[in-house]
C-alpha cells in the first residue's frame, strides 16, 4: 500500500475513533449507561435493559435500584444527588453481602474508572 493510502487510512480510522469518543461522552454526559451502576460505578450491574428500560436490579455495591431510585429519564443532578448521599452519607459503605466484596476494591477508583465524579 503506499504512503498516502495509510495515511488516507489512518485519517479515516481517528475520525471514527473520534466519533466513538464524542458518542460515548454523549452518553455519559446523559448520566445513563445499560452496563454498570450510574450511582457508584459498579460494574456488575445492568441499569438499563435493550428497550433502555430500567432492570429493577439492585446494586449489590451502593443498594440504590433501577427502576427505584432512578430510572432511564433521570437527570444527571438527580443521580448525582443520590451519588452524594451514597458517598457523603453512608460513606461509600457496601450494601451487599461482605462476602462478595472484590478483592482490593476501592470505591473512589471504582468511580473513577466508570467516569463518574466523585462528590466532594
Ligand atoms: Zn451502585
Known amino acids: ?60 455495591c451502593c443498594g440504590y435500584e433501577s427502576g427505584l431510585e432512578y430510572d432511564q429519564d433521570s437527570t444527571s443532578e438527580h443521580l448525582e444527588k443520590i451519588r452524594r448521599e451514597w458517598v457523603v452519607e453512608n460513606i461509600c459503605r457496601w450494601w451487599g453481602d461482605k462476602k462478595s466484596i472484590p478483592e482490593n476494591w476501592n470505591p473512589k477508583k471504582q468511580m473513577e474508572l466508570a467516569s463518574i465524579d466523585i462528590p466532594q
Open 1 to 60: 500500500m503506499p504512503l498516502w493510502a495509510l495515511r488516507a487510512l489512518g485519517r479515516q480510522l481517528l475520525r471514527g475513533f473520534a466519533a466513538v469518543a464524542a458518542h460515548t461522552a454523549a452518553l455519559n454526559a446523559m448520566g445513563m449507561n445499560k452496563q454498570g451502576c450510574p450511582i457508584c460505578g459498579f460494574a456488575d450491574v445492568v441499569a438499563l435493559d435493550e428497550f433502555n428500560c430500567t432492570t429493577f436490579e439492585i446494586c449489590e
